[in-house]
């Protein structure tokens, strides 16, 4: 598998909300080449026919009830707030869509 | 000094029972034995001490009442700082929730009260449960009770701390590719990783949703059975539990007569310590002349299962630490000039490299174009390693191996080598991916350290692999009496994990 | 400048049009939370709709069974397994950064809707129909607007967030040309009557519990299907209609000039029918989508499936048919009470003791005229069928002529009350005491006595003038034609 560049890392770090500096850039790029070169061997294994698991349980149709339940009380639910502000979360102006 | 809590929790539940002791009492030795160790070896983040006595006063009287009370009341226990408690801070071991309060209980949390059990603090832990040595905290690594200038074992390492220094009876850990396994492996303790679903991910603070799961760590078998009964059971609040019955502790002592066990040989790597492999060997001899058939067998697939675990693990943790980003809880970097700066600057300054790292693997893993590549085929490994496993279990009750391929190294020594780190859970990792429930317990020393040997069987076969346990146990009689001698009491200072 | 008949001689429109949906169900998607609109921000959430640490959702069953039934009503297929999945992005009105959605596994798929416009049958593809949960709500502040360009910050409230959302996504509908604005209103309003029919949700678009969004896209005639661009905030029928019909024009002047259509999100303004770019979309944002590990799969039951595709209620096609049938209508009347969007309320008044003329009439009459004034949808007049069978009662009875009830309608329209009380305020009743009319017939001739000469010599068309004046006597609460009677009857002799 290909190297992994800096501008990959740099956009990985953007796409995770992560403001790494440049060193951190050049630190990560050279581990993350070591660990993705090392997960590649994944590739090695012969999967046909083999499906993707992607639950360890066998359930389907686990569901709830149209039933109310208790909510938190507003003063929990802002406990932990940052900024609360007018019984809200306030956050710096949003400039961006959703990404 | 000698201590109440440095006993197992059957035997204490006798003495409570027959009023030799109080919970009171108890509660009070242990949460001495934190005040005089903590220090040495940052096992507790939190300490909940005037919430434990009172918990310990409620059970005192209760039983004065003569209310018929189960095994774990009054016993003092320590949870994982992953286990978000009501009204006590939780940070899961990162900076970005330092200080938080969750406004509720995790259920496994919820049942240890229900069940009467003391929690005397939240424990130290790798950041967010991603790391094998608790050297990745955010509040400084975790030391070995036996050998402060060594680790602990991750991620649960402040739980293993904990019980194997006796502040505590017994502990909750939590697994997601060995990280209650090693930890326990690494300081000679029980430690069980029950089915996936057995006990309620609700309140467990997510790492990687399809593996996480939470379990006892104890100082011996019987401990581990009664406590993962207690905090076992299905919950309406997490899709992903079971309805199976939980009965653990019923004919735990039955033997292990004809009990078919494979080795599984490549659990015994090429990197792996000598000395721990010749260990783990004599434990296995001792299945032998306890009238177990022996036999060696082959999981090929094992050899990709690190591989495996490395997307899969991480590709979830990337979408599940997503919501840490400082709008509504948790750190909060100040003076952005707009949310999208604020949510990188909060999540560049509260968390470690470890969880980073592991965060920008997991994205990739699943970014267009390399999804095929390495998510799907992943879980299309995983699938096979399902699958032999099954076909294994036609022909053996259990399985075996050892739990870790070395004893707890020093600190820092693979601190600087992600993969290296890795390579500690190689032998755990499987049984993660398959979600079956595996056990791990101290059956000698190597180098004077804790070796453990692991045994694990097909989906819900708690009670069998229990009972294999605690036939290995009483034949290996391990010496899990708590120590804090701290023979390297003039230890390096430790690491902090992050500034 | 093309005008919209110059683009649609040299261009063709292709559209497709993606339907949020928030189901009325008492709790949100993953969790008990009520789900009441209006609350004070912040009292309907718990630690899953709000993310925090540990948190698990768990599936209602009320929103699965609802979005079946609107699979089942749109004639989808319903998938025998599938899985929900995570979309991953970042954006402060998420209290995961990922929303619980579906991908590439719908729970309903490939069906249809047939919309009529003007006699014409289009038959609307149905590309998928899928659950989701909703995201928090945003009050943007500092900026002039209250829009969140130019604002400062903004406030959070999580009440909103986990709502269960039903997505429908059409299939591209090509070869509709001119009529495609009509068609995409027609579709959404026969979308809107199916939902409502089914009782899952209150379709309300300017409430939101019912959102649009419109993709539009012109090639030339026979060529392959050009750049799409797709325009959001499409809050109510007339919007559809001429965001697609903006749109058209606006894409067809761009192609005019030898330009490019750039791929982009516009963003649709009431006040002036007009859209604004928003964010450019060169690359499409990659979501990472994978099954959500925390939720196990959805296998409905094929016999359930079959017994909720029995009970299905009568689906608004087959319920005009029907109606139009026993109302002894033309299609191409209850197309026009289709397109006012009166059939609801017309079958509700009728049911209220009218006749459907009457009913008609009132609807598609008076009552469209002032909607259509204030731009406002027939339903949110401000008048009840309640109230309108009873003012129809009352001309029935003779107590109101047409023309006093129109009087007294606009009382109604202005919020007096119901039509008895507006008439007892204003004063409004036929005069029907024949003795005080018969004054004022008297009254009348005595003033005009040449007229009544006219009158009694034959020439009955003079009468005209005295009816008048009686009517002026009066404030034209006498019933005209009993006036003229009386005036001949007295005259006659």
Redesign the interface.
């Known amino acids: 598998m290909a190297t992994i560049s800096r501008e990959e890392v740099a956009h990985l770090a953007r ?1 995770s ?1 992560l403001a790494v500096t440049d060193e951190e850039i050049d630190m990560f790029a050279g581990q993350l080449d070591t660990i993705l070169q090392a997960v590649a061997r994944v590739g090695e294994v012969d999967v046909e026919d083999v499906p993707a698991t ?2 360890n ?1 066998d ?14 009380d ?1 003063d929990l ?2 406990a932990g707030a940052p900024d609360p ?10 400039l ?4 | 000094m000698e201590s109440l809590a440095d006993r197992t929790a059957h035997e204490l539940s006798g003495m409570l029972a027959a009023g030799e002791v109080s919970a009171v009492e108890l509660t009070k030795d242990a949460l001495g034995v934190i005040e005089r160790t903590n220090k040495a070896l940052n096992s507790f983040l939190t300490v909940s001490d005037v919430q434990a006595m009172s918990a310990a006063k409620a059970v005192d009287e209760a039983r004065a009442r003569g209310e018929k009370l189960g095994p774990m009341a009054g016993i003092p226990v320590a949870v994982k700082d992953v ?2 408690t009501k009204g006590v801070t ?1 940070t ?1 071991g990162s900076r970005i ?1 330092e200080g ?1 309060v ?3 209980d ?1 259920t496994a949390v919820q049942r240890l009260r229900q069940a009467g059990a003391i929690i005397v603090g939240k424990t130290n832990m790798d950041e967010f449960a991603m790391g094998s040595s608790n050297e990745n905290s955010g509040f400084g690594a975790v030391h070995h009770p036996w050998d402060l200038s060594r680790v602990p074992g991750g991620s649960s390492g402040g739980s293993a701390a904990a019980v194997a220094a006796g502040q505590a009876v017994a502990a909750l850990g939590t697994d997601t590719g060995g990280s209650i396994r090693l930890p326990a492996a690494f300081c000679g303790l029980v430690a069980i990783k029950p089915t996936y679903g057995r006990v309620s ?6 790492f990687a ?2 593996l996480d799961q939470v379990g006892p760590m104890t100082r011996d078998v019987t401990d581990a059975a009664t406590l993962l009964e207690a905090i076992s059971g299905h919950d ?5 539990s079971l309805e199976d019955p939980a009965d653990f502790t019923t004919g735990l002592d039955r033997g292990i007569k004809g009990l078919r066990v494979g080795i599984v040989k490549e659990l015994f790597t090429e990197g792996m310590e000598p000395e721990v492999a010749a260990a783990v060997r004599r434990g296995i001899d001792q299945l032998v002349s306890l009238g177990a058939q022996v036999e060696e067998c082959s999981l090929p697939s094992f050899k990709y299962a690190l591989a495996a675990y490395h997307v899969i693990a991480p ?2 943790a ?2 599940n630490l ?4 400082g ?3 948790g750190l909060r970097s100040p003076d952005a000039r707009d ?2 700066e604020m ?1 990188m600057r909060s999540r560049e300054e509260g968390f470690g490299d470890e969880v980073k790292r592991r965060i920008m693997v997991g ?1 990739y893993a ?3 174009g390399y ?1 095929d590549a390495y ?1 799907d085929k992943a879980q299309r490994v995983r699938t096979v390693v399902i699958r032999e496993l099954e076909a294994a279990y036609e022909n053996f009750d259990v399985l075996v191996g050892p739990t870790a391929p070395c004893v707890a190294f020093k600190l820092g020594d693979r601190v600087n080598d992600p993969v290296a780190m890795y390579l500690a859970d190689i032998a755990t990792i499987p049984m993660s991916l398959a979600g079956i429930p595996a056990i791990t317990v101290p059956i000698g020393l190597a180098d004077g350290l804790p070796v453990g040997l692991q045994i694990f069987g097909p989906h819900f076969s708690e009670a069998q692999i229990l009972r294999a346990a605690f036939a290995l146990e009483q034949s290996a009689g391990f010496d899990s009496r708590p120590r804090r001698d701290f023979a390297h009491s003039a230890a390096p200072q430790a690491k902090p994990g992050q500034p | 400048m093309l005008s919209f008949d110059d683009v649609v001689a040299r261009y063709e429109p292709v559209i497709g049009l993606e339907t949020h949906v928030e189901l009325g ?3 949100k998607m993953f ?4 789900t009441v609109f209006g609350a ?8 899953v709709c ?15 069974e609802a979005t079946v039934r609107i699979g089942l009503a749109l004639n989808c297929s319903i998938a025998s ?1 599938c ?1 929900f999945a ?1 979309k ?5 009105d ?5 929303q619980i959605s579906q991908y590439d596994e719908p729970l309903c798929s490939d069906g249809y809707l047939d919309v009529e416009v003007d006699g014409e049958l289009f038959r609307i593809g149905i590309e998928r129909v899928h659950l989701e949960e909703d995201t928090g709500k ?3 502040v ?1 900026g002039a607007t209250g829009r ?1 360009h130019g ?8 009440n909103r967030a986990g709502i269960p959302l039903v997505e429908i996504v059409t299939k591209p509908v090509p070869g509709i040309g001119a009529r495609a604005p009509e068609v995409a209103k027609a579709y959404v309003a026969e979308l809107r009557d199916v939902i409502r029919t089914l009782g899952v949700s209150d379709v309300k678009m300017e409430q939101g519990s019912m959102r649009c969004d419109v993709n539009t896209s012109l090639n030339k005639l026979g060529e392959t299907w050009g750049t799409r661009t797709e325009t959001k905030n499409v809050n109510s029928l007339r919007s559809v209609e001429r965001s697609v019909r903006s749109e058209m024009i606006r894409q067809g002047n761009i192609l005019e000039n030898g330009g490019h259509i750039i791929q982009e ?1 516009r963003h649709f303004h009431e006040d002036t029918g007009e859209s604004t770019s ?2 450019s979309k060169e690359t499409a ?2 979501y ?4 959500e ?8 039951d094929a016999t359930w499936v079959k017994e909720l595709k029995a009970a299905l209620p009568e689906l608004p096609r087959v319920h005009r048919a029907r109606l139009t049938a026993e109302w002894g209508l033309s299609a191409l009347d209850m197309q026009s009470i289709l397109n006012a969007g009166a059939v609801e309320l017309i079958e509700q008044t009728v049911a209220q003791g009218a006749s459907p003329e009457a009913a008609r009439k009132w609807w598609l009459g008076e009552l469209s005229r002032h909607a259509n004034e204030r731009g406002i949808e027939l339903g949110d007049s401000g008048v009840t069928p309640s109230q309108v069978a009873q003012l129809q009662k009352l001309v029935d009875e003779g107590k109101l002529t047409d023309k006093l009830a129109r009087q007294v309608l606009e009382g109604v329209l202005a919020g007096e009350g119901d039509p008895a009380e507006v008439m007892a305020a204003r004063g409004i009743e036929v005069v029907s005491d024949t003795g005080a009319l018969t004054v004022a017939v008297d009254e009348a001739i005595a003033a005009n006595p040449d007229i009544a000469e006219k009158i009694r010599g034959g020439n009955q068309a003079a009468a005209g003038v005295l009816i008048g004046a009686v009517m002026k006597t009066t404030r034209g609460q006498a019933d005209a034609k009993t006036v003229r009677e009386l005036v001949l009857s007295r005259l006659s002799n």
């Open positions: 796409l909300r992607s639950h349980v359930l389907v149709n686990v569901l709830r009830d149209d039933v109310i339940d208790a909510c938190l507003r639910a802002l502000f007018s019984n809200r979360f306030r956050v710096p102006q949003i961006a869509e959703g990404e | 286990l978000v939780t899961a929730l938080f969750p406004p509720y995790a991910r609700y309140g467990l603070i997510a949703s399809s309406p609040a997490d899709a992903t590709a979830e990337s979408s997503a919501r840490f980003d709008v509504r809880y949310v999208t949510m994205t699943l970014s267009a999804y998510y | 169900t008492q709790t969790c008990g939370c009520p004070e921000p912040n009292t309907q959430v718990c630690p709000l993310g925090l640490p540990g948190s698990l959702p768990v599936t209602n069953k009320a929103a699965i397994w899985r995570r991953n992005y970042f954006y402060p998420m209290p995961k950064n990922f945003s009050l943007h500092g969140i604002a400062t910050e903004s406030l959070v409230d999580f999100t928003g964010r944002t990659d990472r989508y994978f099954p590990p925390d939720l196990v799969p959805l296998a409905p």
